[in-house]
């Protein structure tokens, strides 16, 4: 008797997708595709990144390391090794057709050049075929494929003075304004990304197993949605902000969290924050009706029955929650990031196999290293449910600190080992009450609490030894 056959996978990664705006069970705007993946498979509704910020995020889904263990715990202009740990390398060795399709960021975006450099070093990763393209910011400077479809097509410089008119200030209302692009719509990035993936799907293998990631670059900023989704959303339709809690300006002044809060003091308007959140949600729906095109092509494929469908991000967005935008904090917001997984029509099944979902805070990192290790089983769910069941929570870098989520408490650690905040989500899912100043006989008996500074102490020492770091990548020169 033979076992099941080797799954093929669609992962699908976003840039910048907050996790409870990609809820399909508590969804805050219509995302059909999302819906319907999630009702013929599993929803991670607390999957958590390993960092809030981009490079540190991006390094650890490939390498499947911890940021810590690579010495990158925040954005720098870093290049990483050809001989890095791959998680698609692993795949690739074991018989998968691999091929990539926009954003890695898994170089230095800071010095101009142009992405075809990177083909060797995506090669030593384990990609057979690749398409790499920068994220819109990066895209002032750097060339790739979508800036010589630009240049062909005459819009490059008129893209370029439109992204240096909206980042050029720094940070300044211009860059958070919400204006759609100056694009055609073919030209625009994540509409760009989607007819390249459906190249790749047309092109992929029949006789042998396949992995396809296709790399978004939305719903990151700028705030441009093209029409026809641009102004879809009205703010009033849409959940508000949460207020800044009080407790911020009572961390220390070194604290990572209470460092960004101050850079954003008095620099977005209500009106701002309304906009932008309507405009991600426009955002959003563009996407969601980019990964049905993708899924339309897969029907069309002989293999479709052994496909399996990933689809998460690499961190979130803050959207105005505390009065600050983008990412780079332990808020929800920020670290909180989708996660559904379809698996192949003929995998194998258990009573809880498609529509099922998990509350447990989980680590998006060990979700795509299992996920991808389960398709030479045929890409099941329960062993996806079996892995979860195990996890202790999930744990999130930035910086020197370290953040731990176990059940609904989370707590932050500086970079002694020290607590810094905690916070219930279950009781408090805006984040406004800090346990540990605010509920201090709480917070010094309650075994769930003493529990989780246990767990903490642990990870803060483990990632503390030598032993731990894998290698110090140096910045970019």
Same mark, same amino acid.
């Given at each position: 008797?033979?076992?099941? =056959?080797p799954?093929? *996978?669609? *992962?699908?990664?976003f840039?910048q997708?907050?996790g409870?705006?990609?809820d399909?069970y508590a969804?805050?705007?219509a *995302?059909?595709t999302?819906?319907s993946?999630?009702?013929?498979g599993w929803?991670?509704?607390?999957?958590?990144?390993n960092?809030?910020?981009c490079v540190p995020?991006?390094? =650890?889904?490939?390498t499947? *390391?911890?940021?810590?263990q690579m010495g990158?715990?925040r954005?720098l202009p870093?290049?990483?090794?050809?001989?890095?740990?791959?998680i698609v390398?692993e795949?690739?060795?074991?018989?998968w057709h691999?091929?990539?399709?926009?954003k890695?960021h898994?170089?230095? +975006?800071?010095?101009?050049?142009?992405?075809?450099?990177n083909k060797p070093?995506?090669?030593a990763?384990?990609?057979?075929?690749s398409?790499?393209i920068?994220g819109?910011?990066a895209l002032?400077r750097?060339?790739c494929a979508i800036?010589e479809d630009w240049?062909q097509?005459?819009v490059l410089d008129r893209q370029r003075?439109?992204l240096k008119?909206?980042?050029?200030?720094?940070r300044?209302p211009a860059a958070?304004?919400? &204006?759609?692009t100056v694009l055609p719509?073919? !030209?625009?990035?994540?509409?760009?990304i989607?007819?390249?993936?459906l190249?790749?799907v047309?092109a992929l293998?029949t006789d042998r197993?396949? !992995?396809l990631?296709v790399? #978004?670059v939305?719903?990151?900023?700028? #705030?441009?949605t093209?029409?026809p989704w641009h102004?879809t959303?009205?703010?009033?339709?849409l959940?508000?902000a949460?207020? /800044?809690p009080?407790?911020?300006e009572?961390?220390?002044?070194?604290?990572?969290l209470?460092?960004?809060? $101050?850079n @954003?003091?008095?620099?977005?308007t209500?009106a701002?924050i309304?906009?932008?959140? $309507?405009d991600?949600?426009d955002?959003?729906?563009l996407l969601?009706?980019?990964?049905a095109?993708?899924?339309? /092509?897969?029907?069309?494929r002989?293999?479709?029955?052994?496909?399996?469908?990933a689809?998460?991000?690499d961190?979130?967005?803050?959207?105005?929650?505390g009065g600050l935008?983008?990412k780079?904090t332990f808020l929800?917001? %920020?670290? +909180?990031?989708?996660?559904?997984?379809?698996?192949?029509?003929g995998?194998?099944?258990s009573?809880?196999?498609?529509?099922s979902?998990?509350?447990?805070?989980?680590?998006?990192?060990?979700?795509?290293?299992?996920?991808? %290790?389960?398709l030479?089983?045929?890409?099941?769910i329960?062993q996806?449910?079996r892995?979860a069941?195990?996890q202790?929570?999930a744990?999130?870098?930035f910086g020197?600190?370290?953040l731990?989520?176990q059940?609904? &408490?989370?707590? %932050?650690?500086?970079?002694g080992?020290?607590?810094?905040?905690?916070?219930?989500l279950g009781r408090?899912p805006?984040e406004?009450?800090?346990?540990?100043?605010?509920?201090?006989?709480r917070?010094r008996?309650?075994p769930?609490w003493?529990?989780?500074r246990?767990w903490?102490?642990?990870e803060?020492q483990?990632r503390?030894e030598?032993e @731990?770091?894998?290698?110090q990548l140096e910045?970019?020169a």
């Amino acid at each position: 008797m033979t076992g099941p =056959s080797p799954a093929n *996978l669609l *992962l699908v990664t976003f840039d910048q997708w907050r996790g409870d705006w990609g809820d399909p069970y508590a969804p805050v705007v219509a *995302l059909p595709t999302l819906q319907s993946l999630a009702a013929k498979g599993w929803t991670a509704r607390r999957c958590y990144t390993n960092s809030p910020q981009c490079v540190p995020a991006r390094l =650890s889904w490939i390498t499947g *390391l911890a940021p810590s263990q690579m010495g990158v715990t925040r954005n720098l202009p870093v290049d990483i090794p050809a001989d890095a740990p791959s998680i698609v390398r692993e795949l690739q060795r074991a018989g998968w057709h691999t091929s990539l399709v926009g954003k890695t960021h898994w170089t230095s +975006h800071d010095t101009p050049c142009h992405l075809e450099q990177n083909k060797p070093l995506l090669q030593a990763l384990g990609f057979d075929a690749s398409v790499e393209i920068a994220g819109p910011r990066a895209l002032q400077r750097l060339e790739c494929a979508i800036t010589e479809d630009w240049a062909q097509a005459g819009v490059l410089d008129r893209q370029r003075a439109d992204l240096k008119a909206r980042y050029g200030a720094g940070r300044s209302p211009a860059a958070w304004e919400v &204006r759609p692009t100056v694009l055609p719509n073919p !030209l625009y990035p994540d509409l760009w990304i989607a007819d390249r993936a459906l190249d790749q799907v047309a092109a992929l293998p029949t006789d042998r197993p396949w !992995l396809l990631w296709v790399s #978004f670059v939305g719903p990151h900023e700028p #705030f441009d949605t093209p029409p026809p989704w641009h102004g879809t959303n009205k703010p009033e339709s849409l959940p508000i902000a949460h207020p /800044a809690p009080g407790w911020l300006e009572d961390l220390p002044g070194n604290c990572e969290l209470r460092q960004t809060q $101050a850079n @954003w003091a008095g620099q977005l308007t209500n009106a701002a924050i309304a906009a932008c959140r $309507a405009d991600y949600a426009d955002h959003l729906q563009l996407l969601d009706a980019q990964l049905a095109r993708l899924l339309e /092509a897969l029907d069309q494929r002989p293999d479709q029955a052994r496909t399996a469908v990933a689809v998460t991000a690499d961190h979130g967005e803050l959207l105005g929650d505390g009065g600050l935008l983008y990412k780079g904090t332990f808020l929800e917001g %920020a670290i +909180h990031v989708p996660w559904i997984y379809r698996p192949p029509q003929g995998a194998p099944t258990s009573h809880t196999a498609a529509g099922s979902s998990s509350l447990d805070p989980l680590s998006l990192t060990g979700l795509l290293q299992q996920t991808l %290790a389960n398709l030479a089983g045929g890409g099941p769910i329960h062993q996806l449910q079996r892995w979860a069941g195990q996890q202790p929570g999930a744990v999130t870098e930035f910086g020197a600190e370290l953040l731990l989520q176990q059940g609904p &408490r989370k707590l %932050a650690l500086d970079a002694g080992g020290e607590p810094l905040w905690a916070v219930h989500l279950g009781r408090d899912p805006g984040e406004q009450v800090n346990v540990i100043t605010a509920q201090p006989r709480r917070w010094r008996w309650s075994p769930a609490w003493r529990r989780l500074r246990r767990w903490g102490r642990q990870e803060w020492q483990r990632r503390s030894e030598p032993e @731990w770091v894998w290698r110090q990548l140096e910045p970019h020169a």
